[in-house]
């Protein structure tokens, strides 16, 4: 059984602003994250995330709900009795300290005693890649060596969760791509638990084992990155994670557990049953990405969507295609350009057929 370690109750968080104005930074919200976990809280500038880690922290306090850590009630403990440790946008490191003497600074503190602390501080050193660096300023490190420095920091306290705000957002594309596959492997190997902040969607995916989308203070879905991606629940997780269409219809008719038939435009379109809650007649709108769908010739067979090419983008690795469904709805189409050419290629103006697998597309109530 997989233990519980952080959990929210009903956690929620209040600001008010000098003008008297009230921040919902976070509506109640539920959330269990497990032993071990990557997790990650992703969402748009502003939408709660920092707030969230925060009050995990002990930073903020909850204007309502329970917090726990470890099964223990946190409301009111204060950030060095809690079991985590934060790790910065900034990195926040002394300038004037060596690296050596940034990652002992937490155990000095506690009064450790020097040999423990030199061995500790190589060891936390070690495992970020650092060794040899020990008599460094930060002014004389990269922006990933930083990076490691300050996770180093925070490992040598040996927290039982680490919390990461944007750890990477300072470092360019190429050094952000090494570094999540570090970090990843990193948290393997120590076992410890990362609750990991971000925007960005790829990284998201890419490292964590579960992800909270957020948008504007609620926790809109919590899902492994396969279903983030694949079963987006609501509009804004299907339009936020990667690139979705979205077609507008009615449904004209379902067979439980089966089939649901959807009319776009004049075309009608089948989606499985996985929806509850929805009745003929309702107006939904069907999520579907674009390289879930194939273009072939057209057939006169109707259960297909028929439209025409609008355009076509050659991307390289593959080619993107706008296609107009008759009754004015258009969507993204993209074929992988593989060397055998299994799809043929299309011209501006080409009548095509649109498919996709029944799987493959989702029925959106919100
Ligand atoms: N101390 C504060 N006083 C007033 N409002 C605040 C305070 N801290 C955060 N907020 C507001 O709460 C909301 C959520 O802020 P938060 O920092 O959690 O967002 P975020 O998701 O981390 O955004 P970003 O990606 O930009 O870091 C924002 O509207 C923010 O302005
Ligand atoms: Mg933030």
Excluded: W
Excluded at 236 to 259: C, Q, R, Y
């Amino acid at each position: 059984m997989v233990k519980k370690l952080i959990e929210f109750s009903g956690v929620s968080k209040q600001f008010r602003e000098r003008t008297g104005e009230i921040v919902n930074a976070l509506q109640p919200s539920d959330l269990s994250i497990f032993e071990g976990e990557f997790f990650t809280l992703l969402g748009p500038s502003g939408c709660g995330k920092t707030t969230a880690l925060r009050l995990m922290a002990g930073f903020v306090q909850p204007t309502d709900g329970e917090i726990k850590i470890e099964g223990i009630k946190m409301n009111n403990v204060p950030p060095y009795r809690r079991p985590v440790n934060m790790v910065f946008q900034d990195y926040a490191l002394f300038p004037h300290l060596n690296v050596f003497e940034n990652v002992a600074f937490g155990l000095r503190i506690k009064h450790i005693q020097k040999d423990e602390i030199r061995q500790r501080v190589f060891q936390s050193l070690d495992i970020v890649q650092l060794s040899g660096f020990e008599t460094r300023r930060p002014s004389q490190l990269s922006g990933g060596q930083k990076q490691r420095v300050a996770l180093a920091r925070a490992l040598i306290n040996q927290p039982t969760v680490l919390l990461l705000d944007e750890p990477l957002g300072a470092l360019d594309l190429k050094l952000r791509r090494a570094m999540q596959l570090e970090l990843k492997s990193l948290q393997q190997q120590v076992g410890i638990t990362f609750v990991y902040v971000t925007h960005d969607q790829e990284e998201a995916l890419t490292m964590s084992d579960r992800i909270a989308v957020m948008s504007a203070g609620r926790i809109l879905q919590v899902d492994t990155p396969m279903n983030i991606y694949e079963r987006p629940t609501t509009r804004f997780v299907a339009d936020f994670v990667g690139e979705t269409n979205f077609l507008n219809g009615k449904i004209e008719k379902i067979i439980p557990g089966e089939l649901v038939k959807v009319m776009i435009g004049s075309n009608p379109v089948d989606v499985r049953h996985r929806t509850n809650g929805i009745r003929p007649g309702d107006l939904v709108t069907i999520a579907i990405r674009p390289e879930k769908l194939t273009l072939m010739p057209p057939t006169s067979r109707s259960e297909k969507l028929l439209a025409t090419v609008a355009e076509v983008t050659y991307l390289g690795t593959d080619t993107r295609y706008i296609v107009q469904i008759p009754g004015g709805e258009k969507a993204a189409v993209r074929v992988q350009n593989t060397g055998i050419k299994r799809t043929p290629s299309f011209l501006v103006g080409d009548q095509v057929t649109v498919s996709y697998d029944l799987d493959d597309a989702q029925i959106l109530t919100s």
